[in-house]
């Protein structure tokens, strides 16, 4: 079946710090690969994806690649900031339907 | 862009009644949407995906006669968890596709914290 594992949180980084989130994934076919961030009150929102082996997605200074080898789509950002902090959740959608499944979220501290 | 809204965000009920969760689409028509349930420190587990219209999609596990869904506009989708009992405590979020977006961008609301006592 499709799963996601994320690193447990919280992640506590200071400000300006590099930031990973390790993702990895277990899926049949050839899944597309998201991440979504939640700000505190609000809902999901998609924070960069990736559809095919090798593809990068970029978005507000976050990265994250799609590595069909070792099944990974770990996040990094090389200079947080605080408002940064946020739940982050690791997603994969097969191809042709609509259905997410999520990891568990990590969330992101980080103090000034 | 395209926003769906939740309401409430907040309920606290008493055990064996009935609580309503909408989720709407403010400024596009959602041919499908999604209903999610979120326990602490673990994933979102899809609950039902439901197309206006016609009844909903019920995912394994998950009772239908629990947790009534109706999509009876391209608008606005609700979930009623019946007869709730403290074990339905959750956090219960709504996604929805369509707009401009299309069929396959995800458009989540914010969620609706489910206490009941």
């Known amino acids: 079946g499709n799963s996601v594992t994320q690193m447990e949180g919280p992640v506590t980084l200071s400000e300006e710090a590099f930031l990973t989130i390790n993702c990895t994934y277990t899926?049949?076919?050839?899944?597309?690969l998201f991440w979504y961030v939640q700000y505190p009150g609000e809902g999901l929102q998609l924070l960069l994806k990736?559809?095919?082996?090798?593809d990068k997605g970029s978005n507000k200074g976050f990265e994250a690649t799609y590595r069909k080898e070792t099944t990974s789509f770990h996040l990094e950002k090389g200079s947080v900031q605080v408002s940064d902090s946020a739940v982050y959740f690791c997603?994969?959608?097969?191809?042709?339907?609509?259905?997410?499944?999520f990891g568990t979220g990590t969330r992101l501290l980080v103090s000034p | 862009g395209a926003v769906v809204s939740q309401h409430p965000s907040r309920v606290i009920c008493k055990s064996g009644t009935s609580v309503k969760i909408e989720c709407r689409s403010l400024?596009?028509?959602?041919?499908?949407m999604f209903w999610y349930r979120q326990f602490p420190k673990q994933s979102l587990m899809l609950m039902a995906t439901?197309?206006?219209?016609?009844?909903?999609?019920?995912e394994q596990g998950v009772e239908k006669d629990k947790f009534l869904i109706n999509h009876a506009s391209l608008t606005l989708s609700t979930l009623t968890v019946t007869s709730a009992h403290p074990e339905d405590s959750s956090f219960y979020i709504c996604?929805?596709?369509?707009?401009?977006?299309?069929?396959?961008?995800?458009?989540f609301g914010a969620g609706s914290r489910l206490t009941v006592l």
């Open positions: 899926a049949t076919g050839y899944p597309s």
């Open positions: 990736a559809t095919k082996a090798d």
């Open positions: 997603a994969l959608q097969n191809t042709g339907f609509q259905k997410l499944v």
């Open positions: 400024d596009f028509q959602a041919t499908t």
């Open positions: 996604s929805a596709t369509g707009g401009e977006a299309g069929a396959n961008v995800l458009t």
């Open positions: 439901s197309n206006e219209g016609s009844k909903a999609t019920y």
